[in-house]
T-cell receptor, first 113, second 115 residues
Framework: GNSVTQMEGPVTLSEEAFLTINCTYT??????LFWYVQYPGEGLQLLLK?????DKGSNKGFEATYRKETTSFHLEKGSVQVSDSAVYFC????????????FGKGTTLSVSS | NAGVTQTPKFQVLKTGQSMTLQCAQD?????MSWYRQDPGMGLRLIHY???????DQGEVPNGYNVSRSTTEDFPLRLLSAAPSQTSVYFC??????????????FGSGTQLSVL
C-alpha cells in the first residue's frame, strides 16, 4: 500500500541554520508528493509540491526534489528563521488533483534566535 | 467562524455496534475527507469527497461508508464496529483550488474505542 515516513522530531535549530527534514514514501504507481506546514493554531497549508520524478518544488525558500530512485522527497531550507517554527507534514496523493492525500506523522521544527 | 466541527469527541462502542461520526464545515469547501490516526502512524485517508453527491475511497475504506448529500456535511458511518477500528478520526476540508495556498482545515478529532 501507500505510506509516508518522516524523520522523528522535534528538530531544534538556531536561526540561519540549514534545515533538512527527511521523507521517504512507498507507493504503487507514480504519486504526487507534497509538503504541508501547520503553524500554531492554524490548519495545514500547502508549502510545495512535485508531480513527477526529478521535479523540484519550491516556496518561501524551502525546496524538495522528487527522487524516484530513492523514493524520497526531503525538505530543505538554507537559512531558517524563527517564523519557520511549525509542524511539517510530508504527503503523497494517488490522484493528480491532490485530493487523495496520505500524510506522514509530522515533524515539529523549533527555531530559536 | 466555526470551521470544521466534529461530533462526538469521544465514543466507546461494543463490537458489532453501528454509529455515525459527524463532520460539518461552514466555509463552503468542496473537498472533505476522513482520516484515521493510529499510534505511531501518520494520517491515513478513509474516504473523500470533491462535492455534493461525489465520494471516493481512500487508502483504508473497508468497514466505513460515507455520503455527501450537502456541501456542509460529510458523515462517516461504521456499520459493524470492530476493535481494529479503534483510532482517532479526523475530518478535513478545503477549497478545490484554482490557485492559492490550498489550506487544509482539520476538525478537532473523535477518539473512538471499540471493545
Amino acid at each position: 500500500g501507500n505510506s509516508v515516513t518522516q524523520m522523528e522530531g522535534p528538530v531544534t535549530l538556531s536561526e540561519e541554520a540549514f534545515l533538512t527534514i527527511n521523507c521517504t514514501y512507498t507507493a504503487t504507481g507514480y504519486p504526487s508528493l507534497f509538503w504541508y506546514v501547520q503553524y500554531p493554531g492554524e490548519g495545514l497549508q500547502l508549502l510545495l509540491k512535485a508531480t513527477k520524478a526529478d521535479d523540484k518544488g519550491s516556496n518561501k525558500g524551502f525546496e524538495a526534489t522528487y527522487r524516484k530512485e530513492t523514493t524520497s522527497f526531503h525538505l530543505e531550507k538554507g537559512s531558517v528563521q524563527v517564523s519557520d517554527s511549525a509542524v511539517y507534514f510530508c504527503a503523497l496523493s494517488f490522484n493528480q488533483a491532490g485530493t487523495a492525500l496520505i500524510f506522514g506523522k509530522g515533524t515539529t521544527l523549533s527555531v530559536s534566535s | 467562524n466555526a470551521g470544521v466541527t466534529q461530533t462526538p469527541k469521544f465514543q466507546v462502542l461494543k463490537t458489532g455496534q453501528s454509529m455515525t461520526l459527524q463532520c460539518a464545515q461552514d466555509m463552503n469547501h468542496e473537498y472533505m475527507s476522513w482520516y484515521r490516526q493510529d499510534p505511531g502512524m501518520g494520517l491515513r485517508l478513509i474516504h473523500y469527497s470533491v462535492g455534493a453527491g461525489i465520494t471516493d475511497q481512500g487508502e483504508v475504506p473497508n468497514g466505513y461508508n460515507v455520503s455527501r448529500s450537502t456541501t456542509e456535511d460529510f458523515p462517516l458511518r461504521l456499520l459493524s464496529a470492530a476493535p481494529s477500528q479503534t483510532s482517532v478520526y479526523f475530518c478535513a476540508s478545503r477549497l478545490i483550488p484554482t490557485g492559492g495556498s490550498e489550506k487544509l482545515f482539520f476538525g478537532s478529532g473523535t477518539q473512538l474505542s471499540v471493545l
